[in-house]
């Protein structure tokens, strides 16, 4: 992907995408299918992990940990939707035998991830502390941070990033501003990243196998988006990886319109994406390019621009005595 400047006048010249009016125009086209958002689920009744294909029992090294990765599979059987689950419903979630499941609670409870109340066990909030440990060691949200305050301060939007995770994207950093919108977005969020403006960036950056063997795995997301063609998606790919920047219009869900634009290190590669939200009644298309992409450009290139300076510091390696 070439570095992200100003804003291409380039038109889309994939056939299979329509052409829709922005909000509040008259006339407007026939509107694609969108991503349906996440519901509340009903109490499970059997397995509820999605795909039912627990972490446990898939290692094929011989140093495997199955202990770990059980607990692993209890820590994620939580989620928006299950905030707050029965002995047998993690064992459900999970595929484990009750006994198993009870002693990994025990565990995870006596390290304070989990906490009791009554028949019911939840997360608590230390086990923040893991998915912080990961955005900690990557540098990046101390170098973002500012730039994202910054850039919130002149569109007046929410503005993110996110990373690849598989298939999905997965925020590590966000300023929020207090306005309603269809889904609820912090960090470690997980969202299929063909249809978001974040993740399409990312997909962009990708080499051709390697874009292919992400397509191919499963989200872990509890977002459902309907099947796209695959040379619709590679078309825009191209055209996102030609202009430097991608949007994501009611794609992921009513009302959602983002921009999003690559942050890069020292060498081009792609690390993150960062991107604008705003509500589609109030934002049309044509205002979001023309006013908050500018911005969203320069920031983009800003925070590469201090990571690859941070990543170019010399420093010495001291031995351990």
Partial sequence: MRPANQPSSRTTSCPTRPVRA????????????????????PAPEGPIRERNQPIAGRGASANFVEALARGLDVIGAFGDSHTSMSLAEIA???????????????????????????SLFELTPRILDLGYAFVSSQGLWQVARPHLEALVGRTGESSSMAQLSGSDIVYTAR?????????????????????TSQGKVLLAALAPDALRRTLAEPSSSRVVIAARDPADLACELDEVRARGWALADEELAPGVRSIAAP?????????????????????????????????LLATAAAISADWGRLDARPYVEVPEH
């Fill in 92 to 118: 459900a979630a999970t595929n484990l035998a009750r006994p198993t499941t009870h002693r990994l609670l025990a565990t995870l409870i006596e390290l304070g991830f989990v906490r009791q109340s009554g």
């Fill in 22 to 41: 922005a909000s509040g125009a008259s006339g407007g086209a026939e509107r694609p299918r969108r991503a349906t958002p996440p519901h509340p689920r």
């Fill in 175 to 195: 300023v929020a501003v207090p306005k309603i919108i269809a889904l609820r977005v912090e960090i470690g969020t997980r969202f299929p990243a063909q249809v």
């Fill in 263 to 295: 942050v890069s290190d020292s060498t081009g590669t792609v690390l993150a994406a960062v991107n604008v939200t705003v509500h589609a009644a109030e934002t049309p298309t044509a205002l979001l390019l023309e006013r908050h992409l500018p911005e």
